[in-house]
């Protein structure tokens, strides 16, 4: 099973507009609710491609209840910890040129009994599931939660035998690395953010995958968003990148955290590296071109699965 777990789940609201001109008023073509955050979009492509899953967060509120059932609408099962805070709504803007510019609210505070429920929730969905059990750790911290949140959750998972994975930024990605995550997987911006240098090229990103493992990740996949993904399963095994095949793209909200799915059942499924990689940046191609995000087309995974490229690097490898 995997468990999906969100801090900060959210309502994505997607608009669609002719033109977008700031300071004036702007009138949408179109509006459309999803339930978002980043966990409920691991979940839903994890799900989509055959796995078992479970989301496990925080919600509260109307938008709260809007997010509940369009999870379970979807068909994800739900283990919810009640807030006092409304669930955030962010908004996705797409203008008819296809820039898309994104407003993420910081969502309603926690408090410290809810946080205390969450890993409460979360230790006895561990026990149970044990070392058949995937964890991962999706999307930013709401105000009011502990920077060790995730870092908390890793070490819980791990007495159960679980196997976690990260995908956060900031102060929660430094915190949480303490813990020792079996993956984690930042795009190019949080981990340029990590390593204090900007994320070029295939090199650089060789470099952070080196920074990160000193810091005691057990697995690296860096997003490098249209150059593909880098991907080092242990710090002795030499790392792989992908090329992608073109793809018209829509939006690319939610290809990272569709990424980490592929990457999740990749590990149930017991693929190679190169397969991992490739089943990886397959499903957050395929997102691209999904209706909404995580609503992937597991056949079209399967058809762009087949048009990755993928290059085994050394150490002195570089490439622009």
Same mark, same amino acid.
């Given at each position: ?8 789940p959210a309502?994505?609201?997607r ?7 700031v300071?004036?008023?702007?009138r949408?073509v179109s ?14 492509v ?17 938008a709260?209840?809007e997010?509940?059932?369009?999870l379970s ?6 283990t ?6 409304e669930t955030? #709504? ?18 309603g505070a ?5 946080v205390?429920r969450?890993?409460?929730t979360?230790?006895?969905i ?10 991962a750790?999706?999307?930013s911290?709401?105000?009011?939660a502990?920077?060790?949140?995730? #870092?908390?959750?890793i ?25 020792a ?6 795009n190019r911006?949080?981990a340029?953010?990590?390593a204090?240098?900007?994320v ?6 060789m470099e ?13 996949a860096?997003s ?6 880098l ?12 090329r992608?095949p073109?793809?018209?793209e829509c939006s ?7 990424a980490l799915a592929g ?12 397969e991992?990689?490739?089943? #990886? ?5 395929a997102?691209?071109?999904?209706? #909404?995000?995580g ?19 050394h150490?002195?490898?570089?490439t622009?």
């Amino acid at each position: 099973m995997l468990v999906c777990v969100s801090a900060n789940p959210a309502i994505d609201r997607r608009l669609r507009l002719k033109s977008m001109a700031v300071g004036e008023v702007n009138r949408a073509v179109s509006a459309e609710p999803f339930p978002g955050g980043k966990a409920a979009h691991v979940a839903l492509v994890a799900r989509a491609l055959g796995a078992e899953v479970m989301w496990v967060g925080f919600l509260g509120g109307a938008a709260g209840e809007e997010c509940e059932t369009g999870l379970s609408a979807l068909g994800v099962p739900l283990t919810i910890v009640r807030t006092q805070a409304e669930t955030r #709504a962010n908004l996705e803007i797409i203008s008819s040129d296809g820039i898309v510019t994104e407003i993420l609210e910081p969502g309603g505070a926690v408090t410290d009994g809810e946080v205390e429920r969450l890993l409460s929730t979360c230790r006895d969905i561990f026990a149970e599931g044990g070392e058949a059990t995937q964890v991962a750790l999706s999307g930013s911290l709401p105000p009011g939660a502990p920077t060790d949140l995730y #870092a908390e959750l890793i070490r819980l998972a791990q007495v159960y035998g679980c196997r976690a994975l990260l995908d956060t930024s900031g102060e929660a990605l430094r915190r949480g690395l303490e813990a020792a995550p079996d993956l984690v997987k930042p795009n190019r911006d949080e981990a340029a953010w990590f390593a204090g240098h900007p994320v070029c090229d295939a090199g650089a990103a060789m470099e952070v995958a080196q920074e990160l493992f000193k810091a005691s990740a057990r697995s690296v996949a860096i997003s490098l968003g249209p150059e593909g993904m880098l991907w080092q399963s242990s710090a002795e095994c030499a790392p792989l990148i992908s090329r992608l095949p073109p793809v018209a793209e829509c939006s690319s909200v939610g290809c990272g955290d569709a990424a980490l799915a592929g990457l999740a059942v990749a590990h149930e499924r017991g693929l190679c590296d190169e397969e991992t990689i490739s089943l #990886a940046v397959a499903c957050g191609t395929a997102n691209c071109l999904a209706k #909404a995000p995580g609503q992937i087309d597991p056949r079209e995974v399967e058809r762009i699965a087949r048009q990755v490229l993928v290059q085994r690097l050394h150490s002195e490898c570089q490439t622009g």
